[in-house]
C-alpha cells in the first residue's frame, strides 16, 4: 500500500478536514498507521496489544457516516493508543502485568468511552511498567520499550509505550496515566508533549489504580493542538469517579507570551542535573524573555522532602490497591496450591514482578503499627508544605518552568541495579503530583540526538494557559 499520509504532514484539525473532503477515508487511515505499527514494533515494543480489527471496524464506521452525510466529532478516524493500564471493553488489559495476562476488560473506562463516542480508532494497548510502577518501562513483564530516537535507550516510563508510538507515528494521539511523572518523563524522553491534568480533571473510573491520590489520567501527542484537542474530549465530570471534577474545558483565547510571568524554581536546578540539560532549560528562557515574558527565580523551599514524600505515600497506597491482585479475586492463581496462604504466595510470587513486590512491602511497612507515624503521617504533611509552597510561588508567577527530568534518556539496563537511582528519575515531577497540579512537558530541542523536555507547572484547572503557552514555545525552541 503507498501511504497517502505522511507521519510529519498532518494534525486531528487537518485529518479531520481531509476526512469531511473526502480526500482520505477513515479506512485508508487506519491501514496506513496498522501498517507502521508492524514496521516499528520489531524494534520500539511499544505495543502489549495490538487491535487491527477494532481500529478497521471503526474506521468502518466513520467511513459509513460520513458516505451518509452526516458529521462526525473532531477525533473520528484518529488512531490512538491506549496505556495497558487503561479499560477498553474486550481487549486484554495486562497494566503490564503476568498476573493479568489473561483479563480481559469488561467494559470502557470512562475516557475509551468518550473516545469510542467520538469516532477515534484504537489501534492498541500501550507497554508500561507493571502495574504503573517505575520509570523506564524495564518493569513491564513484556519487555522493555525502547526510544525511537535511539533503541538502546529506555523511552521513559511509567507511559513509555504510548510515548514511543506517538514519537515513532505508530499512532497519531495516546492515553497515558501520571502518578509520579508517568506522563512527562516519557514525554521528554522521546521529544512529544505529555500533560498530566489537574487531579480530578479526568475520570479515573477504568483505570487500574496504582495510588489513588495521585494517578490522573493524561493526553500525549507530537504538538500541543493534538494534546489539547485530546484533553477537551476526555475532560470533566463522571458520577462513576467521586474524585472527578465540574469542569468544562475552553481553550484561552488571545494569549500573548509578553503577559506571561514564569517562575523558576531553585529547586529545580540544583545538584544532580546535567549541564546540558540546563542550557537548554537557559536557552528556552532567554527566548521567553525576548519574546517580552517576565521570568524570575521562585523557591519552593520543602522540594527536596517530595521524593522522599512521594514514595512513602505512593507504596502505601500501592500495598492497598494491589491486595485484590491475589489469584483469587483478581489475576491468574498458581496451578498447585493446598491452603489459602499457598494461594496467595504462590499466585503474587510467580506472577508479580520484584519492583512490584517491592514497593507492597515497603507501603505496608510504612502503614503498620509502630511506624504509621513515623513514616506516613509525615509524609502527609510534607504534602500540605509543598501545598503551601506551590501556593506562595502561584501568588508571584503564572507558570513554573524547569526540566521534567535531571537526566537525558539513558541506556537500557543502566539503573537497573540501584532502585535508588532509579527513583531519582522522577526528582522534578513527584512535587506536582503530591499537590495535584497540572503540569505538561513540552519538546525544547535536544542534546545531540537525544530529546530534552520542558516542564511547565501552573495553578489547577489551568490546563489552557498550559497549552497557550506551550503552542506559543513551539515556534520558539
Known sequence: MTPRIEKESFTIRQ???????????????????????????????????????????????????????????LLSGVPCAVKDSILVEGVACTAGSKILQEYIAPYDATVTRKLREQGALFV??????????????????????????????????????????????????????????SIRLPAAFCGVVGLKPTYG?????????????????????????D????????????????????????PLENFALKNLRVGVAKEFFGEGLMPEIAERMKAVLQKLEDAGATVQEIRLPHAKYALAAYYIISTSEVSANLARFDGIRYGKRAAKIRTLLDGYLQSRGEY?????????????????????????????????????DFQAAFAKVDVIMGPPSPFLPFKIGERNEDPLAMYLVDLYTVPVNLVGLPALSLPAGSVGNLPVGLQIISKPLEENLLFAVAK????LV
Open 472 to 475: 506559543e514555545l513551539e515556534n
Open 124 to 181: 492498541g494497548k500501550t507497554n508500561t511498567d507493571e502495574f504503573n510502577m517505575g520509570s523506564s518501562t524495564e518493569n513491564s513483564a513484556f519487555g522493555v520499550t525502547r526510544n525511537p530516537h535511539d533503541p538502546e535507550r529506555v523511552a521513559g516510563g511509567t507511559s513509555g509505550g504510548s510515548a514511543a508510538a506517538v514519537a515513532a507515528g505508530e499512532a497519531l494521539v495516546a492515553l497515558g496515566a501520571d502518578t509520579g511523572g
Open 352 to 388: 508479580l514482578g520484584d519492583e512490584v513486590k517491592r514497593r507492597i512491602m515497603l507501603g505496608t511497612y510504612a502503614l503498620s503499627a509502630g511506624y504509621y507515624e513515623a513514616y506516613y503521617l509525615k509524609a502527609q504533611k510534607v504534602r500540605t508544605l509543598l501545598q503551601k
Open 15 to 73: 485529518l479531520h478536514e481531509k476526512l469531511v473532503k473526502k480526500e482520505v477515508s477513515a479506512k485508508e487511515i487506519a491501514e496506513e498507521f496498522l501498517e507502521r505499527i508492524k514496521r516499528e514494533e520489531g524494534t520500539l515494543n511499544a505495543f502489549i496489544t495490538q487491535t487491527p480489527e477494532l481500529a478497521l471496524a471503526q474506521a468502518k464506521e466513520v467511513d459509513e457516516k460520513i458516505a451518509s452525510g452526516r458529521e462526525i466529532p
Open 201 to 225: 480533571a479526568v475520570s479515573r473510573s477504568g483505570l487500574i489504580a496504582m495510588a489513588s491520590s495521585l494517578d490522573q489520567i493524561g493526553s500525549l501527542a507530537q504538538r500541543a493542538q
Open 227 to 250: 494534546a489539547e484537542d485530546l484533553f477537551a474530549v476526555i475532560c470533566g465530570k463522571d458520577e462513576l469517579d467521586a474524585t472527578s471534577l465540574e469542569y468544562e474545558y475552553k
